[in-house]
């Protein structure tokens, strides 16, 4: 396999279009987004849209940064590939709110990757456009809080029809980006027929955020953060009616626009990860050689130099097998690759949690405060190690795809474990 991870030429000045944009946009207004959010909520209301990116939206489409996240679509030709996006969506990622202000932010990119995939024209003219032009928001309704939501084939959430509609019953929670007032769509996975096969029972469907029978219950709480005005919220569909034109590709087809629609969004989140570790080791290493302890700077202690080596090789690889998922979907696609998605899938986040923990230690309690994105930065990659199903559903399937390779061999080629005789 020949693979090139050069920047090319577009790519390369993209870079450092975007690089101007954080440090002349992002990072100087990162005080003036949470002071924004804190004051709304001070009034009673933090789930109201922020000024700051609604101000910093037509700048970005203006130095040609927008949409950038959706290849091979007509509806947005700006769309880059895997591997031209990923550099980008890295340092986007530096900043938690910052992805937003592209129109790149999960889950809006998945949710326009599945309509621009699976919808019909009609489905895309009414919701994918509007998500395209950053005039709406969007959020994905799959796990639930009765069943364990990593095994999908629990999901207990009806779809059933009634003539010319489908009556929707269930209850969802982590549905991120429902608590933006702006959310004005959904997409639901739900059960449409409960004695198909295991992986035909579920259906995906689109669903307008303000059909009667939608009540948006609660907001959870990340390590105390509930991410205003973004907000996972727990959502409760009651007799909700939708057209039997919303069904997505039709009945049992849920598991397969899953796996298309997941795909990238994973790769967008590890990509995102690699751009916090990142920040994190920067911020990491101008704290070290800033403070003294016992006599010396913190950067001369012989533990910090071991962590910020580890810290840049960690970052190195994840990076470099990101790339490689990222090619491998362009080139083969994304079932082709499913083995390097669970593996960058596994690898990033954790990568991510490990830099970060390091970089808090420096910063010693300062790091566990909100005087620095720190802490903020590791609540949300812990999540990560949930989110788009769990580590351990990951290396289950990563194992499975290994040892199936080596079943295929011919029997003379298997080895077997050596064993001492009695």
């Known amino acids: 396999m020949s693979m090139n991870f050069d920047y090319s030429p577009k790519v390369q000045q993209m870079r450092e279009r975007l690089l101007a944009f954080m440090d002349q946009h992002i990072y100087p207004n990162e005080h ?171 259906s995906m469907i689109v669903v307008p955020a303000n059909a009667p029978g939608i009540s948006v219950l609660r907001p959870l709480n990340v390590f105390g953060y509930d991410d205003a005005p973004h907000g996972h919220m727990e959502v409760e569909l009651k007799n909700v009616r939708v057209p039997v034109s919303n069904i997505l590709l039709g009945e049992g087809r849920g598991f397969e626009i899953a796996q298309g629609r997941l795909g990238p969004g994973r790769i967008h989140h590890c990509m995102r990860s690699i751009g916090a570790a990142e920040r994190a080791l920067g911020l990491m290493c101008e704290r070290a050689i800033a403070r003294v302890a016992f006599g010396k700077t913190i950067a001369q202690q012989t533990v910090t130099q071991e962590r910020i080596a580890e810290s840049r090789c960690s970052i190195e690889q994840a990076r470099l097998l990101t790339l490689k998922a990222a090619y491998m979907m362009d080139t083969v696609g994304n079932k082709v690759a499913k083995a390097e998605i669970a593996m960058i899938k596994i690898v990033a986040p954790n990568m991510a949690l490990k830099v970060i923990d390091w970089a808090i230690q420096v910063y010693g309690g300062m790091g566990v405060s909100d005087d620095t994105p720190l802490a903020m930065m590791w609540a949300h990659q812990r999540t990560l190690r949930l989110a788009d199903g769990p580590d351990e559903v990951h290396r289950n399937s990563l194992a499975k795809l290994e040892l199936a390779s080596h079943m295929k061999l011919p029997a003379d080629k298997v080895h077997m474990p050596v064993t001492r005789g009695a």
């Open 32 to 202: 003036r987004f949470h002071a924004e959010v804190a004051a709304n909520r001070a009034k009673g209301n933090a789930w109201v849209p922020t000024t700051v990116i609604e101000e910093l939206k037509p700048l970005a489409r203006a130095a040609g940064l927008w949409n950038l996240f959706l290849p091979k679509s007509n509806r947005a030709p700006e769309g880059l590939s895997n591997l031209e996006y990923a550099p980008l969506c890295e340092i986007m990622g530096r900043v938690s709110w910052a992805p937003e202000v592209f129109n790149c932010s999960a889950p809006d990119t998945g949710n326009m990757e599945t309509l621009e995939r699976y919808a019909s024209e009609s489905l895309k003219d009414q919701w994918l456009e509007p998500l395209l032009k950053g005039e709406i928001r969007s959020a994905f309704l799959m796990t639930e809080p009765a069943v364990a939501s990593s095994d999908a084939t629990n999901i207990e959430c009806r779809i059933e029809r009634d003539g010319d509609e489908y009556v929707i019953n269930g209850r969802k929670w982590w549905s991120s980006g429902a608590g933006d007032p702006r959310c004005a769509v959904y997409i639901v996975m739900g059960k449409t027929n409960p004695e198909a096969g295991r992986h035909e029972q579920q």
